[in-house]
């Protein structure tokens, strides 16, 4: 089975920075698109951001674009979530996804179809609590 991992989730207050973190195995990173979810007590998963394999193509719901950047290291087969200007409301269980192949950033080309399309593997999470 494939083991997606993330860190650096934690409590911050409001205004501050944070980054996760996710980190896979060479063979899943190497040949995988990036994304970042998260999920609220009570609401639904939502999409964050998301990196093609290759690095070339980045997406963002555009609610997220001002303060959140993903990106990823391929030396340290470690994908990135810079987030900036943290708000309570961006309190949530933050989950690592991988989607080995082109199907981010080729077969689907816009932030709204690959936030909606089934990734292949999921972390398990990481808490980020924003406060007052």
């Known amino acids: 089975q494939v083991e997606l991992v993330e860190s650096g989730g934690g409590l911050v207050q409001t205004g501050e920075s944070l980054r996760v973190s996710c980190t896979t195995s060479?063979?899943?990173?190497?040949?995988?698109?990036m994304g970042w979810f998260r999920q609220a007590p009570g609401k639904e998963r939502e999409f964050v951001a998301a990196?093609?394999?290759?690095?070339?193509?980045?997406f963002y719901p555009d609610s997220m674009k001002n303060r959140f950047t993903i990106s990823r290291d391929n030396a340290k087969n470690m994908a990135h979530l810079q987030m900036h200007n943290l708000k309570p409301e961006d309190t949530a269980v933050y989950f690592c996804?991988?989607?080995?192949?082109?199907?981010?950033?080729?077969?689907?080309?816009?932030?709204?179809?690959?936030?909606?399309?089934?990734?292949?593997?999921w972390g398990q999470g990481t808490q980020v609590t924003v406060s007052s």
């Open positions: 996804a991988a989607d080995p192949g082109p199907r981010v950033g080729d077969v689907l080309r816009t932030a709204q179809a690959i936030g909606s399309m089934r990734w292949t593997f």
């Open positions: 060479q063979h899943t990173f190497s040949r995988s698109a």
């Open positions: 990196v093609s394999w290759d690095g070339k193509k980045i």
